[in-house]
Structure formats: structure tokens, C-alpha cells
């Protein structure tokens, strides 16, 4: 079945600098890859996702790239705020189930 | 539109107790999945609905979890005894699906229900 691992676990960014969260997975035929954010007590929410004929994705702060070759994908958030602190995790599904990484805890100083 | 709805939030029981989680989907979803988000950890599958019908229940304790969505719409999930190391964040989410079962869509998460065991 597929395996995706994700790093950092956690990450300290200073306000304003960049983000970047990287995971990997095993199963060549994932063609779906969703990052989703996790406030404190609330429910994991979609911020971004990527599907496999696409290389590259960004909705204003947030992109994604994908590199099918090497099975990997990226998650990165420029000029971060504090409210960017959350739990993010990574995605990777194919014909199955979704799996997820453990998880990035990041963490914005102002 | 009204999300994914969970219930109770919050549940604290002793070990060997029955306890259940209520679920109820975005209106429209075919599918709806259960996932245990242990601490520190991301969420792990533990049974996916298409409709009514069980798609992939391969990481459900089968011995002492069970789950059902009888009407393809809400859904319950149990687990009877309970053990220590049951103690998570029950997530429930639902999507439109795909034609059998198979989903890359984006699927939207309730609140959870937090299961403390004892």
C-alpha cells in the first residue's frame, strides 16, 4: 500500500520568511496530493491540492510542486503570518485510500 | 453549504466500555470515511462508505470496531470493548466519490469527537 513520510515534524519560521514542507511517497500510481491545515482543536481543513498532470500549483501565499519522477512533492507558504501556524499534513491517494504524512507542525514568530 | 456534522466532541470512558460517534455527511456525498487521528500523527483510514455499501475496511479492528451507514447517509461508528490505546480524535469526512468507490475528490472533515479511554 502507499507510504508517504513527511518532514520537518516541526518547523519555526520568523514572520515574513518562507516555508517549506516536503513529502514522499511509494505508490507510482498516486495521482492525487492534498495539503490540508490543522488548527489546535479543529477540524483538518484543504488548503491546496495538486493532481499528477500538473507540475506546479499557487493560490496566492500557498504553492505546491510535484515531482512524479522522483515521487516527491512540496508545500510552500511565502511572507508567513502568524496565522499560518497550524499542523499541516500531507496527502497522497491513487486508486484507494487517502494517506496521510504525520504531520508538519509549523510555527510563526512574529 | 452546512459541512460535515459530529457528535458527541468530546467523550471520556473507561477501559472495556461501549461507546459511540454519529456522523452525518454533507448532503449529496456518496462517500463518507472514518479516520482515527491518533496525537502527534496524521489521520489513518479506518473504513470508507460508498453509500451504503463498505469499500475498504481493511484497518478497522474488526474485533472490537464497527461501523454502518445503513440509509447511505449518516453513519455510526463503535467500538465495544474499548482500550486504552483507542484514545484519539475520531474524524469523519465525506466527498462526492467517484463511480465505484475510487475518489480523488476533495473530501471535507467534521470537527471530530475526541475519545478519551481510561
Known amino acids: 500500500g502507499e507510504n508517504v513520510e513527511q518532514h520537518p515534524s516541526t518547523l519555526s519560521v520568523q514572520e515574513g520568511d518562507s516555508a517549506v514542507i516536503k513529502c514522499t511517497y511509494s505508490d507510482s500510481a498516486s495521482n492525487y496530493f492534498p495539503w490540508y491545515k490543522q488548527e489546535l482543536g479543529k477540524r483538518p481543513q484543504l488548503i491546496i491540492d495538486?493532481?499528477?498532470?500538473?507540475g506546479e500549483k499557487k493560490d496566492q501565499r500557498i504553492a505546491v510542486t510535484l515531482n512524479k519522477t522522483a515521487k516527491h512533492f512540496s508545500l510552500h507558504i511565502t511572507e508567513t503570518q502568524p496565522e499560518d501556524s497550524a499542523v499541516y499534513f500531507c496527502?497522497?491517494?491513487?486508486?484507494?485510500?487517502?494517506?496521510f504524512g504525520a504531520g508538519t507542525q509549523v510555527v510563526v514568530t512574529p | 453549504e452546512a459541512g460535515v456534522a459530529q457528535s458527541p466532541r468530546y467523550k471520556i470512558i473507561e477501559k472495556r466500555q461501549s461507546v459511540a460517534f454519529w456522523c452525518n455527511p454533507i448532503s449529496g456525498h456518496a462517500t463518507l470515511y472514518w479516520y482515527q487521528q491518533i496525537l502527534g500523527q496524521g489521520p489513518k483510514l479506518l473504513i470508507q462508505?460508498?453509500?451504503?455499501?463498505?469499500?475498504?475496511d481493511s484497518q478497522l479492528p474488526k474485533d472490537r470496531f464497527s461501523a454502518e451507514r445503513l440509509k447511505g447517509v449518516d453513519s455510526t461508528l463503535k467500538i465495544q470493548p474499548a482500550k486504552l490505546e483507542d484514545s484519539a480524535v475520531y474524524l469523519c469526512?465525506?466527498?462526492?466519490?467517484?463511480?465505484?468507490?475510487?475518489?480523488?475528490?476533495?473530501?471535507?472533515f467534521g470537527p471530530g469527537t475526541r475519545l478519551t479511554v481510561l
Open positions: 496527502g497522497s491517494s491513487g486508486w484507494g485510500k487517502l494517506q
Open positions: 462508505f460508498q453509500n451504503n455499501g463498505v469499500v475498504d
Open positions: 469526512a465525506s466527498n462526492r466519490g467517484a463511480a465505484g468507490g475510487f475518489s480523488t475528490d476533495t473530501q471535507y
Open positions: 495538486i493532481r499528477s498532470n500538473v
